[in-house]
């Protein structure tokens, strides 16, 4: 077995249009495509003792052990490849669920799709499972080690990769409420929401938290000045420079017990608490001194009591935590070495920040405080007897945190919001040292020890004890107050013919708005006016730049079959989705052999529409027709005929429709119309005689319509949008030479062609000459169907090829349209010129007076500047 190709799904899919997140693998199983799994001699056995969870895989049949029943049943090894990639994943603590395994043309070779939690760990666990199944095949066995390896790695690539707690739990929230994230490729930092309704957040810091709020925060004498003049409490403290002044500082503080750390630090690193000694105040200023940037120590009167955490999030108090530091409780029997141990096996305790609470580590530091408690780490506690192993609370040491938001005194609620105020912070975290926190702070004796930026939400989202606050809600609702948007409306525009050109004329409609319209196409990505790159710009990255500019405020996106394929939607869903027609083109690649297939790929598009938004389908398609089933929004309809039955009874059930009646564009309303605008007045359309042309302009002006854009607006577009050279080449560009004209356009598959067709059939004034061909990567039958329609709408032509043959030989792609022209119309003149520049040059030498030449060119470029 091996893996021919894997691809990284990011959204709305072929697949799943729920399921976004999927490694999609091309597998070659060789040999194995003669052998079912229960043909693989004790495949099965071995399989589910090296992973036993398997059991609980439904498979297609929609129970607990439906999968090991398929497998005693017999299926493909590429299935059992699909399941053993979602194991392992789960195995490694990423809940994964959904796959798909499909045959190709060919019998050995299977596309495996299934779910990822991390993009990387997905890719590992398919090569994983390939390697962990041939194993079982070859030798009946796969070492237990190997499968701890793989377990390990893929946990180590996930809390590699991972957000920190309190970024992950905004993010998380943000999901829920339907906000789209993504992680800015730099320091961290997420944007939610999409172009103009983009904020940014890190951690607990967002666009808006000030810079000079946090400057304060992080001098934690400043802060107390600030407070201190606002006769909020804050510990008697002095800042010293040199050793020199500590003696003085100490007795100005009103001497031991007392406090020293950095002025800037954090993490409480450098800190020492409850100094009795002038031996322990030398060694603290040492310690500070070293953590302490800028040089500043901080002498501090000690303050008893516990400490407390009051999270103040938009000028409101919403969380209140009591943080305890690390310590261990006796039961009479074990060291506090072994205490500590059994601490560190509890499942919520992991390193850093991975879990709900950090691993609690011995140090030097420990063994102090252990001294000053009157311990050793092979002391035996007595029963219920608690020690301390640290200083500070922080959990990021080992601490743990109790829920204490419902016993907070009113009066230190009311101080808390005022400190927040008072230093600049939107989030702020305030640390407040008191014996008893319900009641109010001047009888406790107690104090404002510091405020501080971006505070962590892991104490309050999962305390060891009392109740989880969730105080990632009220970070959003001030981030996108209740009714604000956070999305910018999407359409998105596929189809086999004419994407480009309605995407196009969709983005100049909505120019009509005053709006900034961002929009990416074959030809390059567009904000306003301006080009930003260009190039074949119609998968997910082109999407991306658009909604991620905070510019934009409405996105037109060209949408691709390659793009879908190749790494799913570029949004997690639309507000509008136009399908413009489904044709034989593409056919045979990517595994997507039949038109039904294509048109399942293209319907990602309609189907990804929000619950509220529209698909924009044409009528006149019934492959298009046909994707309204599984809309989950409305479905509004186009067509060329207004007696489509479809329409008809799309009407009669109140529902909307753009229609081309008696040479007007019309939009109905249930059974109210519009009379919008005369085809003979919409220049893209050679007035009104393209039909094809008019067939984009319903969609475009219905997508348009549905986004609520005014019909004025639609009509004013429709008649400024020209399609000339320099707006939209390459897509019926018709020019007059004097003598004869000439038409380019970028035709070039069947459906292409006969569109074009109808049109060239219509002129009367003279000869019609082709100078066509084809892309070499379409099928053979493909080419031949060119050159058998070229004969239907052309006097004679000329055969011409790409310069990238897309590994055809050269020559080839010529000769099956020409066996397709002399299938037709063995008399039909034409000649074989495979330059498109000589080609060109030789039509236009050719041409006779009143004649249509017709290029359909490899490059528009070329071609126009031949002309000139
Ligand atoms: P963190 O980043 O965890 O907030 P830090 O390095 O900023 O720590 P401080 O917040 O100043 O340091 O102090 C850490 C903890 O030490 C406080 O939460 C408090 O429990 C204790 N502490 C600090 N100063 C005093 C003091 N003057 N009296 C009593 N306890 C104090
Ligand atoms: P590509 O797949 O190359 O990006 P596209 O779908 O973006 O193509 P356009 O560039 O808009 O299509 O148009 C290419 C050609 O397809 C046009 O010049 C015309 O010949 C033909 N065409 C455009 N619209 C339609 C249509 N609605 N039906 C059939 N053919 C069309
Ligand atoms: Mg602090
Ligand atoms: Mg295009």
Not at 72 to 77: A, L, M, P, Y
Not at 94 to 109: D, K, L, N, Q, Y
Not at 599 to 610: G, I, R, W
Request: one cysteine or more.
């Amino acid at each position: 077995m091996k893996i021919l190709k894997t691809q990284t799904l990011y959204g709305p899919n072929f697949w799943s249009i729920n399921h976004p997140h999927l490694i999609v693998i091309q597998l070659d199983v060789e040999d194995l495509s003669d052998r079912l799994s229960n043909q693989i001699p004790d495949f099965y056995n071995q399989l589910v003792k090296t992973l036993p969870g398997l059991i609980e895989h439904h498979g297609s049949r929609g129970y607990r052990g439906g999968f090991l029943q398929q497998m005693q049943e017999g299926i493909s090894i590429a299935q059992v490849i699909q399941h053993v990639a979602l194991e392992l994943q789960i195995l490694a603590q990423m809940p994964v669920s959904f796959g798909r395994t499909r045959p190709s043309a060919t019998p050995e070779i299977y596309r495996v799709a299934f779910e990822y939690k991390n993009p990387r760990a997905g890719r590992y666990a398919a090569r994983a499972a390939l390697r962990l199944c041939q194993s079982l095949i070859d030798q009946s066995y796969y070492p237990q080690v190997e499968l701890e390896i793989d377990l390990e790695d893929l946990q180590e690539i996930q809390v590699e990769d991972a957000l920190g707690p309190t970024t992950e739990a905004i993010v998380n929230q943000a999901q829920k409420r339907g906000i789209p994230w993504q992680e800015l490729p730099v320091r961290h930092v997420v944007q939610l929401g999409y172009g103009k309704y983009q904020r940014r957040i890190q951690a607990a810091q967002t666009d808006q938290t000030h810079i000079l709020g946090i400057e304060f925060a992080g001098d934690k004498q400043a802060t107390k000045i600030l407070l201190r003049e606002a006769c909020l409490p804050t510990p008697l403290g002095e800042v010293i420079y040199y050793f020199d002044e500590l003696e003085d500082a100490i007795d100005r503080v009103g001497g031991f017990p007392i406090v020293i750390k950095p002025l800037d630090g954090n993490h409480g690193r450098g800190i020492t608490l409850n100094i009795n000694s002038w031996e322990d105040a030398e060694n603290a200023y040492d310690l500070a001194k070293e953590e302490s940037k800028a040089g500043g120590i901080l002498v501090e009167r000690f303050y008893r009591g516990q400490d407390y955490r009051v999270l103040v999030i938009n000028g409101k108090v919403e969380a209140v935590a009591e943080r305890v530091p690390a310590h261990v409780i006796g039961d009479g029997r074990s060291t506090i070495e072994e205490l500590v141990e059994d601490i560190n096996r509890h499942p919520h305790r992991g390193n850093g920040h991975e879990n709900i609470l950090t691993r609690i580590e011995i140090d030097g530091h420990t063994d102090d405080v252990l001294a000053q408690q009157g311990y050793v780490l092979d002391s035996i506690l007595e029963e219920d007897e608690i020690c301390y192993l640290k200083a500070t609370a922080n959990l990021s040491t080992g601490g743990i945190a109790i829920d204490r938001t419902d016993e907070i005194h009113p009066e230190t609620v009311w101080m808390a919001e005022r400190a927040a105020k008072i230093v600049g912070l939107d989030i702020a975290g305030i640390d407040i040292t008191c014996t008893d926190i319900s009641r109010p702070l001047k009888e406790v004796d107690g104090v404002i020890i510091e405020v501080n930026a971006a505070p962590g939400l892991r104490m309050h989202l999962q305390p060891s004890q009392g109740k989880p606050r969730d105080v990632t809600s009220p970070i959003l609702e001030m981030l996108y107050p209740p009714g604000s948007a956070y999305r910018i409306p999407i359409i998105a525009i596929t189809g086999t013919n004419g994407k480009t050109t309605t995407t196009r004329l969709i983005a100049h409609i909505f120019k009509q708005t005053k709006k900034v319209i961002g929009y990416t196409t074959t030809d390059g990505t567009y904000i306003g006016e301006y080009l930003l790159d260009s190039g074949d710009n119609t998968g997910r990255q082109s999407a991306q730049i658009i909604l991620n500019d905070p510019t934009v405020e409405v996105a037109v996106l060209e949408t691709a079959r390659g793009g879908i394929l190749r790494s799913g939607l570029g949004f997690d869903r639309s507000d509008v989705g136009v399908v413009l027609n489904v044709a034989a083109d593409h056919l045979g690649l990517e595994d997507i052999n039949t038109l039904e297939e294509m048109a399942q790929v293209k319907s990602v598009v309609a189907e990804a529409t929000d619950e509220n938004g529209y698909a924009v389908l044409n009528a006149d398609d019934p492959l298009v027709a046909n994707m309204a089933k599984w809309v989950k929004g409305k479905v509004a309809y186009f067509s060329m005929n207004p007696e489509n039955p479809i329409i008809q009874e799309h009407l009669r059930k109140g529902g909307i429709a753009a229609i081309y009646d008696g040479g007007f564009l019309t939009f109905c309303n249930g059974q109210d119309t519009i009379q919008v605008e005369q085809m003979v007045n919409v220049p893209s359309t050679l007035r009104g005689l393209v039909s094809f042309m008019i067939s984009n302009v319903l969609a475009a002006s219905l997508a348009a319509y549905v986004q609520g854009v005014s019909v004025e607006n639609i009509s004013t577009g429709l008649r400024t949008f020209q399609v000339s050279l320099d707006q939209t080449p390459g897509r019926m560009n018709l020019i007059e030479l004097g003598k004869f004209h000439v038409l380019i356009d970028y035709a070039h598959n069947p459906a292409g062609y006969q569109a074009i067709g109808e049109f060239i059939r219509q002129w009367s004034e003279g000869e019609r000459i082709g100078v066509i061909g084809g892309p070499g990567n379409r099928r053979d039958q493909d080419l031949k169907e060119l050159g058998r329609l070229a004969t239907q709408m052309f006097d004679w032509v000329i055969i011409k090829e790409d310069d990238d043959t897309r590994d055809r030989p050269r020559g080839e792609a010529a000769r099956l349209i020409r066996e397709g022209i002399c299938q037709e119309k063995p008399q039909f003149k034409y000649e074989e010129i495979l330059d498109e520049t000589e080609a060109i040059q030789a039509a236009l030498a050719e041409a006779s007076e009143g004649s249509l030449v017709v290029i359909f060119p490899e490059s528009v470029k070329r071609a126009i500047s031949l002309l000139q």
